[in-house]
Each structure stands twice: as C-alpha cells, then as structure tokens.
Nanobody
Framework: QVQLVESGGGVVQAGGSLRLSCAASGLIFSNYHMGWFRQAPGKEREFVATISVGGTNVLYTDPVKGRFTISRDNAKNTVYLQMNSLKPEDTDVYFC??????????????????WGQGTQVTVSS
C-alpha cells in the first residue's frame, strides 16, 4: 500500500519560512518524479514544484521561483519543500504527489498517481 505523508505545515508570519516534508512508503521511491501542489477551499489544485527521479531536474510555478526549493533524499524516501519569504497568498493546503518516471517529467496534476493527505500552511500578514 502506497502512502505519502506530509508534515511541517503550520502558521507563520509573512516573510517567515517553513520546510515541508513528504515521507513515501510502499513504492520504489527512486522510480517516481515527485511534486508539490497546493489548493485553497473552492479552488482548483495548483502546481507548485516538481523534481525528477534523480533530483537533477526541477520545475517551479512562477509565483514561487526564488523563494521555494524542492529537494529529495532517495535514501530516506523523502521529498522536501523549503519555503522562504512566505506571503499571505501562499496560504493553502499543500499536497505531495508521485508520478511514475515513464510518464515523463512534467507538472500536470493529472499525471501524478499517488497523493498525500495534505498539510495546512497559513501565512499571516
């Protein structure tokens, strides 16, 4: 049974930082591109960042470029999202997701098959 478990969310003031973690189990982690998405109530899920199986390729949505960094540790089956200079508009539920490497490296949520339960990030102004 595949499980993706996010942690690290919380409440932070604008300008602050958080690091999200996503621990994966039940799959061969190094066979999966990993991604982070976010979703606000009543809105569609939005792509944030993705990292390739070996960590050599990364992709970010424009609003987070220069502030967020995605990384992975294949030995620990974990993907991270370091979020700096947080803004109130970053407030969302953040989800990690896994896409099998044969799907190709891309940012479409439709290509990510496994999903975590999400972790709330709240940025106060």
């Amino acid at each position: 049974q595949v499980q993706l478990v996010e942690s690290g969310g919380g409440v932070v003031q604008a300008g602050g930082s958080l690091r999200l973690s996503c621990a994966a189990s039940g799959l061969i982690f190094s066979n999966y591109h990993m991604g982070w998405f976010r979703q606000a109530p009543g809105k569609e899920r939005e792509f944030v960042a993705t990292i390739s199986v070996g960590g050599t390729n990364v992709l970010y949505t424009d609003p987070v470029k220069g502030r967020f960094t995605i990384s992975r540790d294949n030995a620990k089956n974990t993907v991270y999202l370091q979020m700096n200079s947080l803004k109130p508009e970053d407030t969302d539920v953040y989800f990690c997701a896994a896409a099998y490497y044969r799907i190709g490296f891309q940012s479409s949520s439709e290509k990510f098959y496994f999903w975590g339960q999400g972790t709330q990030v709240t940025v106060s102004s």
